[in-house]
C-alpha cells in the first residue's frame, strides 16, 4: 500500500492550497483517511478526518477554513484550505485506517510521506 500526497507549496497569508492523497494497493477495509501536520519541534497533529461514510471532524484551528473530502471510487482524499495562517506552516501527512485483510482484527495506519506548506506574513 502507498500514499502518495501532492499539492503543497507556498502561499501568502489568507491564501488556499489543494492537497491531495492517493492510496494505492489493497486495503480491504477502509475505515477513516485523515490529514495529520506537524510543524517544526511539534508533535504531529491531526487535522481533519473522514469516515468511510463520509461523516467529517475538524481540529478547532481550522474548523470552518479546511475542507476535506475523499473519493472512494479514485481512493483519493483531499483537503481544501482557505484562509491560510503563517501558523498552519507544517509538513502534512495523509493518513488511512482500515483493515489490511478480510482476515485483520485490528487496523492498520498506512500513511504517506508528507508534503510541506509554508504559510508567508
Known amino acids: 500500500v502507498q500514499l502518495q500526497a501532492s499539492g503543497g507549496g507556498l502561499v501568502q497569508t489568507g491564501g488556499s492550497l489543494r492537497l491531495s492523497c492517493a492510496v494505492s494497493?489493497?486495503?480491504?477495509?477502509?475505515?477513516?483517511m485523515a490529514w495529520y501536520r506537524q510543524a517544526p519541534d511539534k508533535q504531529r497533529e491531526l487535522v481533519a478526518t473522514?469516515?468511510?461514510?463520509?461523516?467529517?471532524d475538524y481540529e478547532d484551528s481550522v474548523n470552518g477554513r479546511f475542507t476535506i473530502s475523499k473519493d472512494s471510487a479514485k481512493n483519493t482524499v483531499d483537503l481544501q484550505m482557505n484562509s491560510l495562517k503563517p501558523e498552519d506552516t507544517a509538513a502534512y501527512f495523509c493518513?488511512?485506517?482500515?483493515?489490511?485483510?478480510?482476515?485483520?482484527?485490528?487496523?492498520?495506519?498506512?500513511w504517506g510521506q508528507g508534503t510541506q506548506v509554508t504559510v508567508s506574513s
Open positions: 493518513n488511512v485506517r482500515g483493515l489490511r485483510t478480510s482476515h485483520s482484527i485490528t487496523m492498520t495506519d498506512y
Open positions: 494497493g489493497n486495503i480491504f477495509s477502509i475505515r477513516t
Open positions: 473522514i469516515t468511510s461514510n463520509g461523516r467529517t
